[in-house]
């Protein structure tokens, strides 16, 4: 890459929708066209930002954090990621591919959370300046299939992702309507099938992104 910005991409979901799948098989296929990628996630992608993760994901007092601490815990994150990863990666032309960005956010902490859009959109733009990807994947399921992958894992779910199913239903709701309110910005891709299958939807759903990239 010459001297352009590189793209930002972010996959968005519920917990079991295959995003970190997804986002490492992006990747490949990137350097395989010779794009500069780097892959990260969130909370986390910088020694600072997972410290904090680990605050979020087992808090160490047993109430856990309130939810304005919360949003504010993973606000903090997401400043420290993109300042010291995102966005020099970025300036050097690199693409970027996260697992999760400010959507979930948007969808855990404003939308099931309850704190609202406007709150979490404020924090964003106060410590990301209101960064955006270029383009956002979520990756939707039906419950069912989700759920079963999750079991597959085997691992102890953490603070957030062992929340009960009524707020992980308004997580996808709050997903949708993130996406049915910026066509441009979202892709939402049918979860369900094998990794290449699914892989080829993202492919697909970047097309317009991919075209010209590379060397
Ligand atoms: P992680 O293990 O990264 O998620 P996944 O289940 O997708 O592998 O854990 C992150 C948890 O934090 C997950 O339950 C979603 C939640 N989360 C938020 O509530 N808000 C956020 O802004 C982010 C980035 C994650």
Same mark, same amino acid.
């Given at each position: 890459? $010459?001297? +352009?910005?590189?793209?930002?991409?972010?996959?968005?979901?519920?917990?079991?929708a295959g995003k970190s799948t997804q986002a490492r098989l992006l990747a490949e296929a990137l350097r395989a066209r010779g794009v500069g990628v780097v892959t990260t996630r969130e909370p986390g992608g910088t020694p600072g930002a997972e410290a904090i993760r680990a605050l979020l994901l087992a808090p160490p007092d047993a109430e856990g954090w309130t939810p304005q601490a919360e949003a504010l815990l993973f606000a903090a994150a997401r400043a420290d990621h993109v300042a010291r990863l995102i966005r020099p990666a970025l300036e050097r032309g690199d693409w970027v591919v996260c697992d999760r960005f400010v959507d979930s956010s948007r969808a855990y902490q404003g939308g099931a959370g309850g704190l609202g859009d406007d709150a979490v959109l404020a924090l964003h733009a106060f410590g990301s300046e209101g960064l955006r990807p270029d383009r956002v994947i979520l990756l939707e399921g039906g419950e069912d299939a989700l759920a079963a992958r999750l079991s597959g894992r085997g691992e102890a779910a953490d603070a957030i992702e062992g929340r009960p199913t009524s707020y992980h239903r308004k997580v996808a709701a709050a997903f949708a309507a993130l996406a049915e309110a910026d066509p441009q910005?979202? +892709?939402?891709? *049918?979860?369900?099938? $094998?990794?290449?299958?699914?892989? $080829?939807?993202?492919?697909?759903?970047?097309? *317009?992104?991919?075209?010209? +990239?590379? +060397?």
């Open positions: 890459m $010459t001297g +352009a910005r590189g793209r930002f991409i972010a996959f968005e979901g519920g917990e079991g910005g979202f +892709a939402r891709l *049918d979860a369900e099938g $094998t990794p290449q299958e699914v892989h $080829t939807r993202v492919l697909a759903a970047l097309g *317009d992104l991919l075209a010209g +990239a590379g +060397a």
